[in-house]
């Protein structure tokens, strides 16, 4: 015999809360390698380091990072930003 399962309103808004709860949790916008892309552009390299614009060229400026110009796009290596992520929760 089959047994169904309702899911209520209730349900659902609960579901919902626990998965943006998981989705807002640092760390979480790091993706395993091999779901990532090699190449990131610049807001997506301040993304993952939660950084402005500035602090970004700075740390290009710097050579904290690494960083490749194609046309007017400025292009970072994924791996060389986690490194510069990881360095940052070390020093902390």
């Keep these: 015999m089959i047994t169904l399962d309702f899911i209520t309103k209730e349900d659902f808004e609960q579901f919902k809360f626990e998965l943006f709860a998981e989705l807002r949790r640092p760390g979480q916008r790091l993706h395993k390698r091999s779901e990532q892309k090699e ?54």
């Design 39 to 92: 190449w990131l552009k610049s807001y997506e390299a301040r993304s993952l380091l939660s950084i402005s614009h500035g602090t970004l060229q700075s740390y290009r400026n710097n050579g904290m990072l690494k960083f490749n110009k194609v046309g007017g796009l400025i292009y970072c290596k994924y791996e060389d930003v986690i490194s510069l992520v990881e360095g940052e929760k070390k020093n902390s």
